[in-house]
C-alpha cells in the first residue's frame, strides 16, 4: 500500500553524539523534529562518551513515541527509517542504528544509511508546513561548521558532493569550546563566546592566522596561540579574563570568522558560484550568519542559513537526507554497523 501513496513518510534517528533526535518527515516537509538533550555532561565540561550512549538507551524509545504523535500519524505509516551511520561516537551511533534496524525490521520496512555531514549540508531543503522557502540551486557550496569538523563542500546534487577543503586537525567548533573553557565559560562554550562577544569590542586584540595551503583549514594552533595570549595576560593581571571578557570574546571570534571567509570567498571566486550557504551547528553563531549576509550582499551572492533548529545535531537532516536516497532506492542492509570516521 505504501508504495501507491502520493507521500512518503520518512522516520529519522540522528544519535551521534550526546543530543537523541527524532523526525517525521512527509517527503521534503517536516511535521515533527523532537530532541532530548543531556546535561549530565556540563559538569565534565565536554561529552563523555560511555555517559552520552547510555542516555541514548534512555531517551530513543520515547523521543521515537513523541515525534510519530507530534506527526500526526500512525507507525505503520512510515515508509522508511533513516538514522545517522556516521561520523560520530561510536557507542552513540550504535544505540541509533539498533534501534532502527529493530524499529524497522518490526514495520518491515527498509532502513537508509545516512551521513551527518550530508545531513547538515541537506538540511536546506526541508520545508515546513503551509511556509515555502527558497533553497540554493545545484551546484552551490556549503561551509559545514561543527564542533568535529570544518568542511568546504561543493554540493553538485543531493547525492552528489564533493570536498574541496576540510581542516587538517581540530575544527572551529572546538576552537571555539576550548577558548571557552580557557576563559572558564561553562560547557558549551561556543555560545557563550557568541553572546559575550554582542557587548565587545572585535578590533581590541588581535591573533595571526594559521598557514596553511589551498583550501584546507587549521584551528590547533590558534588554540594554542589563545591559551598562551591569556596566559601570559593573567601573569601581567590576575583579573584580565573578568575585566576584559566581552572584548576577549569579540576578537577571538572575528578571527576565527574571517579565516574562514578568506578561504570560502577565494573559493566562491574561482569556481565562479553564486549560491553559497552555511551549515553545521557552529551556523547557529550569530556573528557568522551576520557575516555571511554582509559577505553575500557585497559578492552578490544567494546565501543560505539554516534555521536554528536546523543548525545543531537534529533529525529532521537525517529525514530529508533519508527522503532524497528513499527516491533513489538506496537503502542499506540488516548487518550494516556504525562508522565513527564516515567521509562524505
Not at 12 to 36: K, Q
Not at 43 to 53: D, F, I, K, R
Not at 281 to 291: I, P, Y
Request: overall charge negative; hydrophobic content about 40%; charged content about 20%.
Amino acid at each position: 500500500m505504501s508504495s501507491q501513496r502520493k507521500y512518503k513518510y520518512i522516520l529519522g534517528i540522528e544519535s551521534s553524539c550526546d543530543d537523541t533526535s527524532a523526525a517525521i518527515l512527509r517527503n521534503d516537509v517536516m511535521l515533527s523534529n523532537i530532541t532530548a538533550g543531556q546535561e549530565i555532561h556540563r559538569q565534565y565540561g565536554g561529552v563523555v562518551p560511555e555517559l552520552a550512549s547510555r542516555a541514548h538507551q534512555q531517551h530513543i524509545i520515547p523521543v521515537v513515541e513523541a515525534a510519530i504523535q507530534a506527526a500526526g500519524i500512525g507507525k505503520n505509516e512510515i515508509d522508511a527509517v533513516a538514522f545517522t551511520r556516521g561520523p560520530g561516537l561510536l557507542g552513540s551511533l550504535l544505540v541509533g542504528t539498533s534501534f532502527a534496524k529493530s524499529f524497522a525490521m518490526g514495520l518491515g520496512v527498509p532502513i537508509i544509511e545516512v551521513n551527518h555531514m550530508i545531513g547538515h549540508i541537506l538540511a536546506h531543503f526541508i520545508q515546513e508546513e503551509g511556509k515555502e522557502k527558497e533553497v540554493p540551486t545545484f551546484p552551490f557550496l556549503c561551509m559545514t561548521v561543527s564542533g568535529g569538523h570544518t568542511q568546504l563542500v561543493l554540493v553538485k546534487g543531493f547525492l552528489e558532493m564533493e570536498v574541496i577543503g576540510e581542516t587538517m586537525d581540530d575544527a572551529a567548533g572546538e576552537a571555539f569550546d576550548k577558548a571557552a573553557k580557557v576563559l572558564g565559560l561553562p560547557y558549551p562554550g561556543g555560545p557563550l563566546i557568541d553572546k559575550h562577544a554582542k557587548n565587545g569590542d572585535a578590533g581590541r586584540f588581535e591573533f595571526t592566522f594559521p598557514k596553511t595551503e589551498g583550501y584546507t583549514y587549521s584551528f590547533s594552533g590558534l588554540k594554542t596561540q589563545f591559551m598562551n595570549f591569556i596566559n601570559k595576560e593573567k601573569q601581567q593581571n590576575p583579573s584580565f579574563v573578568e575585566e576584559n571578557l566581552a572584548d576577549i570574546c569579540a576578537s577571538y571570534q572575528k578571527h576565527i570568522i574571517d579565516y574562514l571567509f578568506m578561504k570560502l570567498e577565494t573559493l566562491a571566486a574561482e569556481m565562479g558560484i553564486q549560491d553559497v550557504a552555511i551549515s553545521g551547528g557552529v551556523s547557529a553563531n550569530s556573528e557568522l550568519r551576520s557575516r555571511l549576509q554582509q559577505v553575500g550582499e557585497k559578492k552578490g551572492w544567494n546565501t543560505f542559513i539554516p534555521a536554528f533548529q536546523y543548525c545543531t545535531d537534529n533529525a529532521a537532516m537525517i529525514a530529508i537526507t533519508g527522503y532524497y536516497k528513499y527516491l533513489n532506492g538506496d537503502f542499506a542492509t540488516m548487518d550494516i554497523a556504525p562508522k565513527a570516521r564516515f567521509k562524505i
